[in-house]
């Protein structure tokens, strides 16, 4: 479970995050929904120590990242913004790699990568280098990467950002099966059809602050709305005008 409680983070002049908060369940996928400058990145990498928040406090597992980093991200799967690949290694290299700085046995490492292999249909670019891979390929490979040490919370920044349809549904899949199996997701998204197929709670954040959260359909009733992407319009321009839905 990830609980984070009114973080704030200000550069220079700039308040980028204003007093957000965010609870994420096992079992559920929550999604971090906002147009692209919203503070969705810089409140997740907050939760997963990249940097640190001026007030407010996360708690991964009952876990502080601040106090002990070490021992949350071994509690977390983390697909950040920027995939950032070893060009020289194969997707198989780059995975492992991964899996050895975190401290995991030979033996459990290859049955993991060859099981997310598998799950991610990885298969046939596998041992090729990934210098030159599509932004689908890559991201699977980022993504399995992530999660060799099979992680009970997954945190993902725009997971399916830039992939084509078939990569995105394999994707949206994969997060179901690891919903499935009791697991805590956790993503962001400026893509309403994504966030709608496969979230369970959503939290709405503009300008650094969060506008709403609950299901899409409790974000369609209160706002008078049939489907997502106008509830979040709504949401958005209530919380520009300070006006009621």
């Not at 908060?21 to 120590?49: C, F, H, P, Q, V």
């Not at 394999?170 to 997060?175: A, K």
């Amino acid at each position: 479970m990830i609980e984070v409680r009114s973080i704030s983070k200000k550069f220079g002049k700039v308040l980028a995050v204003k007093d957000v908060s965010i609870t994420a369940r096992d079992g559920e996928i929550t999604a971090l929904l906002g147009a692209n400058g919203a503070g969705k990145t810089t409140s997740l990498r907050m939760l997963y120590s990249l940097i640190t928040p001026e007030s407010g406090e996360v708690r991964v597992d009952g876990i502080d990242p601040v106090k002990e980093p070490e021992k949350a991200r071994r509690k977390m799967g983390v697909l950040p913004d920027a995939r950032g690949l070893y060009k020289r290694l194969t997707a198989r290299e780059n995975i492992e790699y991964f899996g050895r700085l975190q401290g995991m046995d030979e033996a459990t490492l290859k049955t993991r990568t060859d099981a997310l292999i598998e799950q991610l249909d990885i298969t046939r670019f596998a041992d090729r280098k990934t210098d030159g891979f599509s932004q689908g390929q890559r991201v699977k490979v980022a993504l399995a990467r992530a999660l060799v040490h099979d992680p009970h919370n997954i945190i993902l920044d725009e997971p399916t950002n830039g992939l084509d349809v078939m990569s995105t549904r394999g994707i949206r899949e994969f997060l179901r099966q690891e919903k499935a199996r009791g697991k805590c997701i956790l993503f962001s998204s400026h893509v309403m059809q994504e966030v709608a197929a496969v979230c369970d709670v959503i939290t709405v954040v503009d300008d650094g602050a969060v506008c709403a959260v609950g299901t899409q359909q409790e974000l369609m009733a209160q706002t008078g709305q049939d489907n997502l992407e106008d509830a979040f319009v709504a949401l958005v321009t209530t919380n520009k005008t300070g006006e009621g839905v």
